[in-house]
């Protein structure tokens, strides 16, 4: 049963082991513990789906799918039958009142992204919270991962990873999205679109340094790339073929602690040359485009620079 039910929710009357939810003419088959069951597909190989996925996707008493195509391709090839919905970005709020109206009488709903583990950069996350918030269990169902998978071949360190997601389309807001993972000292996860690839990857060799870097591309498809080097290397690459198809994974090296404690000495440095003839925001600005440090940072180092002149002066 689910872990709260509210009171101004009416409980449907049971008839044998099946409960009939009117709104959505399915019959609850109380096959599993309710609750919204998370369940990863697989990234390209079929075989990787695992027989408690099929199971859940079988038992469950209705099924959410990011792209029902998809969804029902992988159930005919289980001979899984079952009642798919629709919810991708534009239908999550339709997709959880579905969900919540099983839930509400006690059943299970199963929730499947394109490919790979839900509530990775899909809706799967809304949903989840969504259920979460009304009081009910989400349970995972655990598989494939486009993230992990790439992590695991890029040959990078594992022991402390950091997965950003998609980088924004547009020039500018890109930039501002990579200075923010610049400082962590732990390896990056971004996912990335084949006619941004090349440029991506030249923004992060100029944000990041020339740190090494994979990037992974149809991973456990039969054309699958895995491709090693430094970010200007992978750029130059990717900037001289056509924009590679397919789902694509870039892995990058952390921030080191020698590059942490050298980039600090050399902005010391910029900002005490700049600070002798220009202002504190003026000297933070043109340091900022200098180094290629997010300027909130070097604004911040600025000032604590001016306080300590203006404290050894008097």
Do not use: W
């Amino acid at each position: 049963m689910a872990n709260a039910t509210p009171n101004n929710r009416p409980k449907s009357k049971r008839e044998g082991s099946l409960v009939q939810s009117h709104q959505l003419e399915t019959p609850i088959k109380m096959l599993l513990e309710s609750g919204l069951y998370l369940v990863a597909t697989p990234i390209g190989n079929l075989g990787d789906f695992t027989p408690r996925g099929a199971k859940t996707l079988s038992d469950c008493d209705l099924i959410l799918a990011e792209d029902t195509r998809v969804t029902k391709r992988l159930m005919g090839l289980h001979g899984i039958k079952g009642k798919v919905v629709r919810c991708d970005e534009s239908a999550t709020e339709t997709g959880l009142k579905h969900a919540l109206k099983i839930l509400d009488q006690g059943g299970s709903v199963a929730f499947c992204s394109d490919a790979g583990t839900p509530g990775v950069s899909d809706p799967g996350e809304r949903l989840a919270r969504g259920v979460i918030e009304a009081g009910y269990k989400v349970l995972a169902v655990p598989g494939a991962s486009a993230a992990l998978a790439a992590l695991i071949v890029s040959g990078l360190p594992s022991a402390r990873f950091f997965f950003a997601g998609f980088a924004p389309a547009k020039a500018g807001a890109r930039a501002d999205f990579f200075h923010e993972f610049a400082a962590i000292p732990a390896t990056l996860i971004f996912y990335e679109t084949g006619p941004r690839l090349a440029e991506s990857l030249a923004n992060m060799a100029k944000i990041f340094g020339n740190r090494p870097a994979c990037v992974a591309r149809e991973l456990t498809k039969l054309y699958e790339e895995t491709r090693r080097g430094t970010l200007s290397d992978l750029a130059a690459h990717y900037g001289q073929t056509d924009a590679p198809r397919g789902e694509i994974v870039v892995v990058v090296g952390g921030k080191s602690q020698e590059s942490q404690e050298a980039e600090a000495i050399d902005l010391d440095a910029a900002l005490e040359e700049a600070l002798a003839r220009l202002s504190v925001k003026d000297a933070a600005a043109a340091v900022a485009l200098q180094t290629g440090i997010a300027r909130r940072d070097v604004y911040s180092r600025a000032l604590a620079l001016a306080a300590a002149r203006k404290q050894a002066v008097s």
